[in-house]
């Protein structure tokens, strides 16, 4: 079974609808995170997380909101979805030495 | 501001031939470096690591990197590239701060000419 998991993997969704994206990991990592990936952009950091207690804001993340259920689930919302935020989300998670492994993502579509 | 360079958006070589791709960063005299492989509908698998110690990393699939720190490098190689190399390919570094932050290049996309 896959560590870093990710659910949906697609999604296609209307301008204004609330959406959520959930990562769940079996990795016992404490810390989580959250990216987007746009062609041409690489990888741009949302959100992370160091504990359920911790979150904290990354260098996009206007237009998006966490919440860290527990240790091993952090999902990522748009409370009002907007089309540029069409794009490729990745779960991560990362113990203390930076590595981080990542979850198979989820596209997301908005019209 | 921190960053990374991946200085090719694409890269075609013929299997079999050889491979490097490009990397510098800013920012930071001893960052912790990484390679990552991206594989068509996958999430990003790290290749190889470099922390500290010989600046010439191994890493999986037969790929290595160098750090050169005067240069602000970090390229990765591989002596002969297979069909399935194809991938995009991106770099990283740690933030300089402790928030435990990567900083990602924008990638390289690598096609394999058969």
């Known amino acids: 079974d896959a560590d870093v998991t990710q659910t949906p993997r697609n999604r296609i969704t209307k301008t204004g609808k609330r959406i959520m994206l959930e990562c769940s990991q079996t990795k016992g990592h404490d810390r989580m995170y959250w990216y987007r990936q746009d062609p041409g952009l690489g990888l741009r950091l949302i959100y992370y997380s160091f504990d359920v207690k911790d979150i904290n804001k990354g260098e996009i993340s206007d237009g998006y909101s966490v919440s860290r259920q527990a240790q091993a689930k952090f999902s990522l919302s748009l409370e009002s979805a907007i089309p540029n935020q069409t794009a490729l989300y990745f779960c991560a998670t990362s113990d203390h030495l930076y590595e981080q492994y990542f979850g198979p993502g989820t596209r997301l579509t908005v019209t | 501001a921190q960053s990374v360079t991946q200085p090719d958006i694409h890269i075609t070589v013929s299997e079999g031939a050889s491979l490097e791709l490009r990397c510098n960063y800013s920012?930071?005299?001893?960052?912790?470096l990484f390679w990552y492989v991206q594989s068509p509908g996958q999430g990003l698998q790290l290749l190889l690591k470099y922390f500290s110690g010989d600046t010439l990393v191994q890493g999986i699939k037969g790929f290595e990197a160098e750090f050169k720190r005067s240069q602000s490098s970090f390229n990765l190689r591989k002596p002969s590239v297979h069909w399935s190399d194809a991938a995009e390919y991106f770099c990283a570094k740690s933030g300089v701060d402790s928030s435990y932050k990567l900083i990602f290049g924008s990638g390289t996309r690598l096609l394999v000419r058969p």
């Open positions: 920012y930071g005299a001893t960052p912790y």
